[in-house]
């Protein structure tokens, strides 16, 4: 079983940054695809951003790319969500999740049913 543990959330004022974090559990982490979901209230989780498992493909959701950035550090076991320019719109519980199929890149990466683990979230709110 993998677990996934967010961290870094908390509260910012409108043009602020935010990085947050995700440790894993998994021994394979470093052969897996890694991805940011976000929950706002009231509505579906979105997908964010996903990194492939050496880190040379990223992609990111049309509404934070250019002030989103994801990143990953196999020797820690942990992926990075680097949040600037943040918006009240950006509001929301982030999860990350894993792909547990190794060495594979789903040409789907934006839909929740290609991630097997899910982390539990952590709270993001952007207001002044």
């Known amino acids: 079983q993998v677990q996934l543990a967010e961290s870094g959330g908390g509260l910012v004022q409108p043009g602020g940054s935010l990085r947050l974090s995700c440790a894993s559990s998994?021994?394979?982490?470093?052969?897996?695809?890694m991805a940011w979901f976000r929950q706002a209230p009231g509505k579906e989780r979105d997908f964010v951003a996903s990194?492939?498992?050496?880190?040379?493909?990223?992609r990111y959701a049309d509404a934070v790319k250019g002030r989103f950035t994801v990143s990953r550090d196999n020797a820690k076991n942990t992926v990075y969500l680097q949040m600037n320019s943040l918006k009240p719109e950006d509001t929301a519980v982030y999860y990350c999740?894993?792909?547990?199929?190794?060495?594979?890149?789903?040409?789907?990466?934006?839909?929740?049913?290609?991630?097997?683990?899910w982390g539990r979230g952590t709270q993001v709110t952007v207001s002044s």
């Open positions: 999740a894993t792909d547990s199929r190794l060495y594979y890149s789903s040409n789907d990466y934006y839909r929740e049913n290609e991630y097997d683990y």
């Open positions: 998994a021994r394979t982490f470093s052969m897996s695809t």
């Open positions: 990194i492939s498992w050496r880190g040379v493909a990223t």
